[in-house]
T-cell receptor, first 111, second 113 residues
Framework: KQEVTQIPAALSVPEGENLVLNCSFT??????LQWFRQDPGKGLTSLLL?????REQTSGRLNASLDKSSGRSTLYIAASQPGDSATYLC??????????FGTGTRLTIIP | SAVISQKPSRDICQRGTSLTIQCQVD?????MFWYRQQPGQSLTLIAT?????????ESGFVIDKFPISRPNLTFSTLTVSNMSPEDSSIYLC??????????FGQGTRLTVV
């Protein structure tokens, strides 16, 4: 059974700092891995999708990496802003079946 | 990519009543899912909505309580039946595209009083 863990569970950093969020999964037989953000009481917004054949994806200040063999993915946020405050979730997509979500990291950017 | 419109965005309902949540996708998706999220918790999968047939429910969720329809590849509904305060939660629909990318609706915040 796939298990997905995110560390840390919560993180507070001053505005302007770079930061890394971690996602670990136990079964490397995945097709894609996707990062989301969720604002309180809202749905999930897709940030980045990494296909299993890729090692990283970039969008603006965000960079996500994937190492299937070690079962790890990281989300790097450069020059953090207060608007980045949210809960960040990674999800493993094994194929045409249900996703497995990580436990989430609640990020607070301190102005 | 896909855009999922979910409605209502929030509702306050009396116990014992039912609420139907709708999700419309702007393009065809291979799979659709319904989730529940309790405050401060991660997502819990309720069921996979199957086109033209009965949904596949996860352990702890039953069709009588959460009937789901998916008449075509772009539309699905979830009904929360005979509601109690314990059903107060955020309900989310999601679609998985043929490229294995997931998208979510905006969520429905349900309060049962």
């Amino acid at each position: 059974k796939q298990e997905v863990t995110q560390i840390p569970a919560a993180l507070s950093v001053p505005e302007g700092e770079n930061l890394v969020l971690n996602c670990s999964f136990t079964d490397s037989a995945i097709y894609n891995l996707q990062w989301f953000r969720q604002d309180p009481g809202k749905g999930l917004t897709s940030l980045l999708l990494i296909q299993s054949s890729q090692r990283e994806q970039t969008s603006g200040r965000l960079n996500a990496s994937l190492d299937k063999s070690s079962g790890r993915s990281t989300l790097y946020i450069a020059a953090s802003q207060p608007g980045d405050s949210a809960t960040y979730l990674c999800a493993v997509i094994p194929g045409y079946e249900k996703l497995t979500f990580g436990t989430g990291t609640r990020l607070t950017i301190i102005p | 990519s896909a855009v999922i419109s979910q409605k209502p965005s929030r509702d306050i309902c009396q116990r014992g009543t039912s609420l139907t949540i709708q999700c419309q996708v702007d393009s065809q998706v291979t799979m659709m899912f319904w989730y529940r999220q309790q405050p401060g918790q991660s997502l819990t999968l309720i069921a996979t909505a199957n086109q033209g047939s009965e949904a596949t429910y996860e352990s702890g969720f039953v069709i009588d309580k959460f009937p789901i329809s998916r008449p075509n590849l772009t539309f699905s509904t979830l009904t929360v039946s005979n509601m109690s305060p314990e059903d107060s939660s955020i309900y989310l629909c999601s679609g998985l595209t043929g490229a294995l990318e997931a998208f979510f609706g905006q969520g429905t915040r349900l309060t049962v009083v």
